[in-house]
């Protein structure tokens, strides 16, 4: 099989630490399949995001020494031929093809509104669902989930994964209220038009990797969903995931203050405890502490 795989940051902040290792992660995976690696900035949001954000991508790639065998090179590469806002009309296309299936309904819920029910970190309570709202009234488009929604997937390298998405997410947002289609749609579309077949993302993301598979089966049901691997996430010293917003632990900080790509890469190999990881000092190094770690597994 010939793997493909993809880097898909968003620019909606400085690129952190977590956002180093799972690139690295992929590169190396890809490489060591001798696959093909693609670069895709998901900028479907434009509310959140900024140029230097953009530029900061391509930067960070640069001084981690990753290559990429597909997509954008420059800011100016990615603005006239990679960017999402490109492929409105495809996302829209597929929007259309989702509602003429009877899957979709209109909800007139504001977030605020049916969180007032249900909590903050409740899921929609489907208060929408049983009406027949006009698609001219202002709301979004939800997916109707059955009761148990159960989607599979292979785990990479091996072994199979599920779960309920009903459980997970609910009845999950296509469209926005304000028209702009979901994270889940865009990057269904991305993936399967890119012909992706290996997912390298975070444990975080499991409910997005279930919500975009079910996504695929209704519009592909004959495309076999991409193989997934889900890695543990790098924490701080309170045990909490690395964000955007944790400006100290952003990359191009991290050069200001001294620090060298071999830090980076000793991280990665630490988080995953691959063997040798303290004497990482290349991205050279990392590779051999990669397949070391490959020949330990059962």
Known sequence: MHWRSRLAPTPSGYLHLGNACNFLMTWL???????????????????????EYIEDIFQQLDWLGLDTDQGPRSVTAFQQSWSQQLRIERYLRALTTLKNTG???????SRRQWQALVGEGGRYPRTCRHHQYSAEQPGSWRIRLPEKATVCWQNWPSGQEELDLADEMGDFVIQRR?????????????????????????????????????LLRLLE????????????LLTDEGNRKFSKSDGALSLHILKK?????????????????????SNVQSLNDLQQSFALA?????
């Not at 049901?221 to 543990?232: I, M, W």
């Not at 490959?294 to 059962?298: A, C, H, M, V």
Request: net charge neutral.
């Open 178 to 214: 304000d028209g702009q289609v979901a994270y889940q749609l865009a990057s269904c579309l991305d993936d399967l038009d890119w012909q992706m077949n290996l997912l390298i993302r975070g444990v975080d993301l499991r409910s997005s990797t279930a919500a975009q598979f079910r």
């Open 257 to 277: 203050q001294g620090y060298a790509p071999a830090a980076i890469y000793r991280s990665c190999a630490h988080w995953q405890h691959w063997p040798e990881a």
């Open 221 to 232: 049901p004959k495309r076999t969903p991409p193989a997934v691997l889900h890695h543990s």
């Open 294 to 298: 490959l020949k330990q597994e059962p």
């Open 103 to 109: 899957e979709l309904y209109r909800c007139i819920c």
């Open 29 to 51: 995976w890809i490489r060591h399949l001798g696959g093909e690696l693609w670069l895709r900035i998901d900028d479907l949001d434009q509310a959140r995001v900024r140029p």
